[in-house]
Nanobody, 120 residues
Framework: QVQLVESGGGLVQPGGSLRLSCAASGSIFSIYAMGWYRQAPGKQRELVAT???????NYADSVKGRFTISRDNAKNTVHLQMNSLKPEDTAVYYCKQSIHTVAGATRDYWGQGTQVTVSS
């Protein structure tokens, strides 16, 4: 079994910063791409940022220059550093990791979601 646990969400004022983390645990052999997605009320889930195991990154236009995705392979963890936060960044943030398990299967796993609220 594989589990993803997210942390780091919360309430922050506009212009502030937050750092999200997502740690995977369980029967992991290797992890390929990692990513962050978000879903605001009444909207579809959207991609925020992804990072490959070769550390190539990709960002949504709305967060370029403000958010930074990184990974710690030794800890099976992906981070999202969010700076200059705006009210429109308010959403539930989900991490996703593409994991190859010890049993030999590869699939995407999702975290439980963490709320980020940007408000004064």
């Amino acid at each position: 079994q594989v589990q993803l646990v997210e942390s780091g969400g919360g309430l922050v004022q506009p212009g502030g910063s937050l750092r999200l983390s997502c740690a995977a645990s369980g029967s992991i052999f290797s992890i390929y791409a990692m990513g962050w997605y978000r879903q605001a009320p009444g909207k579809q889930r959207e991609l925020v940022a992804t990072i490959t195991n070769g550390v190539r990154t990709n960002y949504a236009d709305s967060v370029k220059g403000r958010f930074t995705i990184s990974r710690d392979n030794a800890k099976n963890t992906v981070h999202l550093q969010m700076n200059s936060l705006k009210p429109e960044d308010t959403a539930v943030y989900y991490c996703k990791q593409s994991i190859h398990t010890v049993a030999g299967a590869t699939r995407d796993y999702w975290g439980q979601g963490t709320q980020v609220t940007v408000s004064s």
